[in-house]
């Protein structure tokens, strides 16, 4: 079984739509989370951090659940330059880890339209 | 400034030859990790360096693929006798310390093709 589980889309919304995308993960141990996103033949990029409160950056919404082992980014008000692929990403913290090591979901593929 | 760069940014290799990837980090970085990416795929972890001790190498599939950094700044991959399931992306991404409070920059990739 895969470290990160995500749903690979293709999700195609309108300019204006909201979207949220979700993952899940293994390792119970892990303590740091993240949003990457990548576009098209470029390398990723950090978007946003997780926080176990929950965090907001502008029209991005990112929530943790820990019970359930769950992440999800929303998007809110989307825009052309949303088109991307979003990397869900984990870095464990356990005593076997390696400190600082990233593990990727295979990322959601989202395009909006105008 | 400066942010990790890598080369070459794109390779063809036939199938049986050695290739060696590039990555220089943004200076005064501490790790340095390279991952690779397939088609469709997210990065996968190959190998951690911090500064020129390499002290993870669990990712690293076969024993063709070896990875240095000698004096704590650049790194290079290389691979052996390059097989088509090499065909990857290879990304390096450095950070200022290993650790999870700290950002991981990443370089454009070399795209390596075996044909």
């Known amino acids: 079984r895969k470290e990160v589980e995500q749903d690979p889309g293709p999700f195609n919304v309108p300019e204006g739509a909201t979207v949220a995308f979700n993952c899940t993960y293994s390792?119970?141990?892990?303590?740091?989370f993240f949003w990457y996103r990548q576009d098209c033949r470029k390398e990723p990029k950090l978007l946003m951090s997780v926080y176990s409160s929950g965090n907001e950056d502008g029209r991005f919404t990112a929530q943790l659940n820990r019970a359930s082992q769950y992440i999800s980014l929303l998007i809110r008000d989307s825009k052309l330059s949303d088109s991307a692929t979003y990397l869900c990403v984990v870095n464990p913290t356990d005593r076997g880890s390696t400190l600082g090591r990233l593990y990727f979901g295979r990322g959601t593929q989202l395009t909006v339209w105008p | 400034g400066a942010g990790v760069s890598q080369s070459p940014r794109y390779k063809v290799a036939k199938r049986g030859q050695d290739v060696a990837l590039r990555c220089d980090p943004i200076?005064?970085?501490?790790?340095l990790f390279w991952y690779q990416q397939a088609l469709g795929q997210g990065p996968e972890f190959l190998t951690y360096f911090q500064n020129e001790a390499q002290l993870d190498k669990s990712g690293l599939p076969s024993d063709r693929f070896f990875a240095e950094r000698p004096e704590g700044s650049v790194s290079t991959l290389k691979i052996q006798r390059t097989q088509q399931e090499d065909s990857a992306v290879y990304l390096c991404a450095s950070s200022l310390v290993g650790g999870r409070s700290y950002e991981q920059y990443f370089g454009p990739g070399t795209r390596l093709t075996v044909t």
């Open positions: 390792n119970s141990a892990s303590q740091s």
């Open positions: 200076s005064g970085h501490v790790s």
